[in-house]
T-cell receptor, first 113, second 112 residues
Framework: NAGVMQNPRHLVRRRGQEARLRCSPM?????VYWYRQLPEEGLKFMVY????????ESGMPKERFSAEFPKEGPSILRIQQVVRGDSAAYFC???????????FGPGTRLTVL | QKEVEQDPGPLSVPEGAIVSLNCTYS??????FMWYRQYSRKGPELLMY????GNKEDGRFTAQVDKSSKYISLFIRDSQPSDSATYLC????????????FGTGTRLTIIP
């Protein structure tokens, strides 16, 4: 049973470009969570999605960031017009039901030049 | 004040020693407590999950929760070099709010 998959594992973008991060949850999991880990900091919650619905986006920056989890396909975290401060590791987690254990993927490391 | 406080370390101990890792939290609404282990450049891996005060043991690992003091601990017995990693405490409130609130993590090195 494959775990949570994220791609790409490493992503380099220049300032002003767009970054798209993908997350495929574990089989049978319909709840997806995105977290960001800045250097020397803990993970910070960004957004919680179920299929086709955003449940909690209280941790998402108000501008340039968006997330979706379509009926078919992976969850996408999209960052428009990236800035150097967006450089971080972005982790996706999934769970089979709400209020259950969250299993993390390997992360996508975004570097903005 | 941060919702979850964790000493970032680094912490170095000799192989075979008992390791104690701790977090404090400020919000009494937090009801579920987890410890994750994160190796360098990897994703967090769940080690322990508990929701009540007291101790929970799993092999060499013991998680301890004291809700009255808002204090949680992870003990590692007979520590091994393979235990060298960053340990993150994570806390969640009661149902209806699924996000995890993490401590900053403690970097642990076990010296052979």
């Amino acid at each position: 049973n494959a775990g949570v998959m994220q791609n790409p594992r490493h992503l380099v973008r220049r300032r002003g470009q767009e970054a798209r991060l993908r997350c495929s949850p574990m089989k049978g999991h319909s709840h997806v969570y995105w977290y960001r880990q800045l250097p020397e900091e803990g993970l910070k919650f960004m957004v919680y999605l179920q299929k086709e619905n955003i449940i909690d986006e209280s941790g998402m920056p108000k501008e340039r960031f968006s997330a979706e989890f379509p009926k078919e396909g992976p969850s996408i975290l999209r960052i428009q017009q990236v800035v150097r401060g967006d450089s971080a590791a972005y982790f996706c987690a999934s769970s089979p039901i709400a209020a259950d254990t969250q299993y993390f993927g390997p992360g996508t490391r975004l570097t903005v030049l | 004040q941060k919702e979850v406080e964790q000493d970032p370390g680094p912490l170095s101990v000799p192989e075979g020693a008992i390791v104690s890792l701790n977090c404090t939290y400020s919000n009494s609404a937090f009801q579920y407590f987890m410890w994750y282990r994160q190796y360098s450049r990897k994703g967090p891996e769940l080690l322990m999950y508990t929701y009540s005060s007291g101790n929970k043991e799993d092999g060499r690992f013991t998680a301890q929760v004291d809700k009255s003091s808002k204090y949680i601990s992870l003990f590692i017995r007979d520590s091994q070099p393979s235990d060298s990693a960053t340990y993150l405490c994570a806390i969640r409130s009661n149902s209806g709010n699924e996000k995890l609130t993490f401590g900053t993590g403690t970097r642990l090195t076990i010296i052979p």
